[in-house]
């Protein structure tokens, strides 16, 4: 019976207040989005020996995979070892965690603009002014929303459970910043999109690029803000497996729309 008990306590320890089912649920996600990522980075990297000629816009895509596989392995390890519950410091490693992997994902912003080629445009991009624009605008205010992100974070564990979130001054303008970017970006793709299918001459590779693209960057939007406004919700205050579990369910999702969209990308 004492062997019995000493083999259960790790697991205790790391389980903390979050229920039974719910933290066997988060581990199962974590495996799957895991397995999901590995199997898109390894179809991604058969082109690695072609380094010269790779596109930016795949550069970007192992980057947004290889991030997500990070954040995944990361937050599955302090979550079911080290536990969210067991310290102060562990549930401030959570928030941090999922800042970074959040703010770093939105590579992925990146990626939508490098779809400049789908507009037609013959510039390159140091002179193509929407091309400068979408790139530049993007990061002077998302630096600004990136400092309020870790400045008005919120770790607290005074209840014995760890909740984790963003006060009111960085998750409003966060939520703002997704949002307007998210439907600008989309936006930008209902223009070429119409022109190609009233354009007969279009080629049929193109189009269906265009036309995965802007579902892509809509369903972007979509998981975005629902995640958002769930901890917008919950002040802040979200349990930190709920947290983790949403953030790896985000993951997953965008994954298979980022490889469903790229899988017929003809760059």
Partial sequence: ????????????????????????????????????????????????????????AR??????????????????????????????????????????????????????????IIRGSRKPRHRDVLYLFNSIGMLVPYCIVISLTFVFRRADISTGECRIGLRLPANVPLLAFDICINVYLTA???????????????KGGLRTMAKRTFIGSALTLLTTVSNLTAVLILKGREPGWICFACCNADVLFSALVLHWVTHVDTE
């Fill in 1 to 56: 019976v004492p062997a019995s008990s000493m083999a259960l306590e790790p697991l205790h320890n790391s389980q903390g207040k979050t229920p039974l089912a719910g933290f066997i649920f988060s581990i199962v996600l974590a495996m799957t989005a895991i397995s999901v990522l590995s199997f898109c980075i390894a179809r991604r990297g058969r082109a690695l020996h072609q380094l010269s000629s790779l596109p930016l």
């Fill in 59 to 116: 550069w970007l895509i192992l980057c947004v995979y290889a991030d997500s596989w990070t954040f995944v392995f990361s937050s599955t390890i302090l979550q079911s070892s080290l536990g969210l519950d067991s310290s102060h410091d562990a549930c401030d490693a959570a928030i941090l965690l999922c800042l970074v992997c959040y703010l770093t994902s939105k590579i992925l912003y990146f990626f939508l603009v490098e779809k400049w």
């Fill in 188 to 202: 930008l793709f209902l223009q070429p999109l119409k022109q190609m299918y009233s354009y007969k001459g279009a």
